[in-house]
């Protein structure tokens, strides 16, 4: 019987069967340190232009030539909710007050974008060797040109529908995220959080239900949570939170230290912080505004009246409205050298013999 973490090395040039999650903040000596240990860095690319893009690419083919991934969300845009997005604005007004922020004073940052055609033209040029989508795909001919310069596509599935629906479109394997994962639920047929599955549900439904690699994401952070996916039939694991913690990743001092402080119980789903569905540690922000808020603005825009008060909480040293991802797996994140928990985690493999 062939492997399918052999095989999925062999297909995209990797020594281990293992993916640095993307995630929006550590720095790009991260996945160049995964990268160049054997693994498969990625760039989270949905906060950046296309020029940043290419920054952080150059970067990281300065430290390695191996493989890495760029990840992109494929959300749709949403309109703008005036009415909406004011009343979000008056119930944030106590906390603006407490932080001395001036509303008007206030200018909108950048917001995470969807994959487009300047996106598509970055990737054309760059050539990465793989290309990852959150949120679904782009559409069918931005799709096409990221095929075209060679990249290798990989999907994001909740649910073994969402896995079908990406498995007809081509991509060449799929991330099963389960509901233990940090950061965005990946989810994009359905809104309904009440219908997500847990990791160890999701990826033998997954692999029964399609013919291409899949990779695990979600809870794992170690070399027995590895372990599991791959007797599950995963032919590779992604990782996101056991990697903040390495030192490369470059944590800001308030997420590195709730991080540290985390209990089993201290991650929830959250719409607070940008109006989809996403887990992290509790905050105050959390715990007064959700953590599900359903008169939140429309992802992205609910970021927009966060921003502030995440930026003036942080001048103090605190992390009372940033957003903290991370997944259950967060007391387990303990490994500080990002090569080392990469060759740990493939080492799952070898409790399974």
């Given at each position: ?34 990268s160049a240990a ?269 921003q502030p008060l ?44």
């Amino acid at each position: 019987m062939s492997d399918p973490r052999r095989a999925f090395c062999e297909r995209f040039g990797l020594e281990h069967p293992v993916i640095q999650a993307p995630m929006i903040g550590p720095k790009p000596a991260l996945a160049a340190e995964v990268s160049a240990a054997g693994g498969l860095g990625s760039i989270a690319c949905a906060a950046m232009s296309p020029d940043g893009i290419r920054a952080e690419v150059a970067a990281l083919r300065a430290r390695t030539g191996r493989p890495f991934n760029l990840n992109f969300f494929a959300h749709r845009r949403a309109a703008p909710d005036p009415e909406r997005e004011a009343a979000w604005a008056a119930r944030l007004a106590p906390a603006y007050r407490a932080l001395g922020i001036d509303p008007a004073a206030v200018t909108p940052g950048p917001e995470r974008a969807p994959f487009d055609a300047g996106m598509a033209e970055a990737v054309t040029a760059l050539r990465p060797p793989v290309v990852s989508f959150h949120f679904g795909l782009p559409e069918p001919e931005l799709l096409a040109a990221v095929r075209a310069a060679g990249c290798r596509i990989l999907g994001c599935a909740t649910t073994v529908a969402e896995a079908r629906w990406l498995a007809e479109r081509g991509v060449d394997a799929i991330i099963a995220q389960g509901l233990e994962a940090g950061g965005h639920r990946g989810l994009f047929l359905s809104e309904d959080i009440a219908g997500q599955v847990g990791t160890l549900a999701l990826v033998p439904q997954v692999v029964d239900a399609v013919d291409l690699p899949v990779i695990a994401a979600g809870g794992i952070a170690d070399a027995r949570g590895s372990a599991a996916a791959f007797a599950l039939g995963a032919a590779a694991v992604q990782v996101g939170t056991a990697y903040l913690a390495c030192e490369a990743a470059g944590l800001s001092a308030v997420h590195a230290r709730a991080l540290a402080e985390a209990g089993d119980a201290d991650t929830a789903l959250t719409t607070v912080f940008t109006g989809r569905p996403a887990r992290g540690l509790r905050n105050r922000a959390m715990r007064e505004f959700g953590p599900i808020a359903p008169d939140a603005p429309a992802f992205p825009r609910a970021a927009v009246a966060l921003q502030p008060l995440r930026v003036a909480a942080e001048a103090r040293g605190s992390g009372d409205f940033t957003p903290l991802w991370a997944g259950q797996g967060a007391p387990l994140a303990k490994v500080r050298d990002a090569a080392a928990l990469t060759r740990a985690l493939a080492g799952g493999a070898d409790r399974l013999r």
